[in-house]
C-alpha cells in the first residue's frame, strides 16, 4: 500500500494532467453515440429515412446498416460547419494548450448550442425553462444544455414525424386504390400489399424518391 502511494506522490503533475486529459477524452468518446444522437441532425436523418423504407413497405430494404450509414454521413455532412467551428474555436487552442479546459468547453458549446436553438420550437424550450424556474434568457449562450438538448430532441422528432407523414401520402393513395379495384373485382382473399408494392417501387425510382428526400432533409437544415 505505502509503494502504492510512493509512485503517485512522486508523480510529475504534468503527467497527472495528461492522465486526467485521456481520461476526459475516454468518456467522451463513450459517450459520443447519445452526443450524436441528441445533439445532431442524426435524430431527425434516421426517422425520415426510416419512414421512407416504411412507407414503401420494402420489409428491410434498405437495411438497417445501409440507413444508419447514410444518416451519418448525411449528420456529418450538415453538422460540418458546426464541426469546423469548434475545431477551431476550442479543440485545436485547447489541444495547443492555448485555453483551459473550462474556456475550451464553453466555447465549443457556443455552435452547437447554435445549431440547436434554430431547429428548436419555442414552445417545447420554454417547457424545460419553466419547469427548472429558470430565468429570462437574454442571449443563446445563456440557455442552460440541460434544457436545450431535450427541447431540441423532441423538436426534431415532431419535424420528422410530420416529414414522414408527408412521404406516407402518395403510397396510402396507391394503397387505397389497388384494395378497392381488387375489392370491386372479388379478389378480397389477395393481399393488396403484393399489387401496390411493384407500384410503389416504380413510381419512387420515376420520380427520384431518394433524390427528393435528401434534398429534402437538407433543406430542411438552412
Given amino acids: 500500500m505505502n509503494e502504492f502511494i510512493d509512485i ?13 486529459q485521456l481520461l476526459i477524452l475516454l468518456t ?7 452526443i450524436l444522437i441528441l445533439l445532431t441532425s442524426f435524430t431527425r436523418t434516421i426517422i425520415v429515412l426510416s419512414f421512407t423504407r416504411t412507407s414503401l413497405a420494402t420489409q428491410q430494404m434498405p437495411p438497417n446498416q445501409v440507413l444508419i450509414g447514410i444518416a451519418l454521413f448525411i449528420t456529418f455532412f450538415v453538422m460540418a460547419p458546426t464541426f469546423q467551428q469548434i475545431n ?26 447554435q445549431f440547436m ?10 417547457l424545460f425553462l419553466n419547469y427548472t424556474n429558470t430565468e429570462a434568457i437574454e442571449t443563446i449562450e445563456d440557455i442552460p444544455l440541460t434544457a436545450l438538448v431535450p427541447a431540441f430532441a423532441i423538436s426534431e ?4 414525424f410530420t416529414m414522414g ?52 432533409l437538407l433543406s430542411s437544415f438552412h
Avoid: C
Fill in 117 to 126: 436553438a434554430k431547429h428548436t420550437r419555442q414552445k417545447d424550450l420554454q
Fill in 88 to 113: 477551431e474555436e476550442a479543440l485545436t487552442p485547447l489541444m495547443n494548450e492555448e485555453i483551459g479546459l473550462d474556456e475550451a468547453y464553453d466555447l465549443a458549446s457556443g455552435p452547437i448550442k
Fill in 8 to 20: 503517485f506522490s512522486g508523480t510529475d503533475i504534468e503527467t497527472v494532467s495528461s492522465a486526467v
Fill in 165 to 216: 407523414f408527408l412521404i406516407f401520402i402518395p403510397f396510402l393513395v396507391i394503397d387505397m386504390t389497388v384494395a378497392s379495384i381488387l375489392m370491386s373485382m372479388g379478389m378480397m382473399m389477395l393481399p393488396p400489399v403484393m399489387i401496390s408494392l411493384p407500384f410503389k417501387i416504380l413510381l419512387f425510382v420515376l420520380v427520384d424518391g431518394w433524390h427528393l428526400i435528401i434534398e429534402s
Fill in 157 to 160: 422528432i415532431k419535424t420528422a
Fill in 28 to 34: 467522451i468518446f463513450s459517450l459520443a453515440p447519445g
